[in-house]
């Protein structure tokens, strides 16, 4: 196929596809840099801004999760493969933003990696924060109803918008 071709495949249609897999690859690629970061104490791979707040260890494994479940949402995968993502996904988000709203630590935080006390723009080691917590419960539930009939197809996507009226919030 020459490049013609290929450019004529590309259609108003795709556009979402295309936009759907950027952001995939995104959330992927920063979640698991983020996470190597922890992994391999480079911490300029988890403070992207040099401002010494730091992407967490369980804000870069959600971002990761729900980057693949996009990439695979985008091949055609399993449905049940995605929606299980989408709750894992959900479920990092629920129980951070659980954990603030009830002062309750479950441990999740430093299951994987120790953060010292006392971070920068921090609330307990290695948690989260409430919009990035409330974001990644939204979008898990929306990669979990992506999957679903077409009533929870409409409500991945009011979901969705949540997300990105609250990250415009923070702008």
């Not at 791979?45 to 949402?73: C, E, R």
Request: proline content about 4%; overall charge positive; glycine content about 12%.
């Amino acid at each position: 196929m020459s490049s013609g071709q290929a450019m004529r495949k590309l259609t108003v249609s795709s556009v979402p596809l295309l936009l759907t897999a950027a952001t995939g690859v995104f959330a992927l690629a920063g979640g698991t840099a983020s996470f190597l970061g922890w992994a391999a104490s480079v911490y300029r791979l988890t403070d992207w801004s040099g401002s010494g707040i730091t992407m967490k260890p369980n804000a870069a494994l959600a971002a990761a999760v729900a980057g693949f479940a996009l990439l695979l949402s985008v091949k055609g995968a399993q449905r049940p493969v995605i929606r299980i993502l989408g709750m894992f996904v959900a479920a990092i988000g629920g129980v951070t933003l659980l954990e603030h709203l009830t002062g309750w630590n479950v441990g999740i935080d430093t299951l994987l990696f120790d953060e010292a006390p006392g971070a920068l723009a921090t609330a307990a080691p290695g948690r989260m924060g409430p919009p990035a917590s409330i974001s990644f419960l939204a979008a898990g539930a929306a990669l979990a109803l992506s999957t679903a009939s077409a009533r929870g197809r409409r409500w991945s996507v009011v979901l969705g918008i949540a997300v990105r009226a609250l990250r415009a919030l923070s702008l």
